[in-house]
């Protein structure tokens, strides 16, 4: 996904000060538009 890719080039370009970071928990929070239109997820309170 494309927020996948821009998170590995921000790994990219701090791996210089940490090798071992880590990326975690990537999650869609809401959706405007499209074919099924808005989509909202909800919370786990």
Not at 8 to 23: E, F, H, P, S
Not at 26 to 42: N, P, T, Y
């Amino acid at each position: 996904t494309a927020v996948a890719s821009g998170l590995l080039t921000v790994y990219d370009m701090c791996k210089a000060v940490d090798r071992g970071m880590r990326i975690l928990d990537i999650e869609l929070v809401e959706k405007k538009g499209g074919k099924s239109g808005h989509w909202l997820r909800k919370s786990a309170d």
